[in-house]
């Protein structure tokens, strides 16, 4: 069963930083994808970061360059790094999980998700 928590959040100034931490239990690397997402209030929820079908790292165009998705591969842990945060940035940020296909690709619905961490950044 998979189980996913996020930490990290927290409350910044513009320009800083925050690492996003989220533990992992019956994750795998090799047999799932994970990503980042984030939801501000009254929007959608949106894709921040994620490891594609073919283990590459994907990054939506509003923080690319800013933020940083890894990976622990012992502990099967992604991480974000965020530099030069913006006030638009502001928003949960979620952690997801989803079986790959049996050909390995990371297609279909997110089916796992954590609770969310706050991330609140300030001009």
């Known amino acids: 069963q998979v189980h996913l928590v996020e930490s990290g959040g927290g409350s910044v100034q513009a320009g800083e930083s925050l690492r996003l931490s989220c533990e992992t239990t019956g994750v795998t690397f090799g047999s799932h994808c994970v990503a980042w997402f984030r939801q501000a209030p009254e929007k959608d929820r949106e894709e921040v970061a994620g490891i594609g079908s073919l283990w590459q790292t994907t990054y939506a165009a509003f923080v690319k360059g800013r933020f940083t998705l890894s990976y622990d591969h012992l502990k099967n842990n992604p991480y974000l790094q965020m530099n030069n945060l913006k006030p638009e940035d502001t928003a949960m940020y979620y952690c997801?999980?989803?079986?790959?296909?049996?050909?390995?690709?990371?297609?279909?619905?997110?089916?796992?998700w954590g609770q969310g961490t706050q991330v609140t950044v300030s001009s």
């Open positions: 997801a999980a989803r079986p790959r296909s049996d050909f390995g690709e990371c297609t279909g619905d997110y089916a796992d």
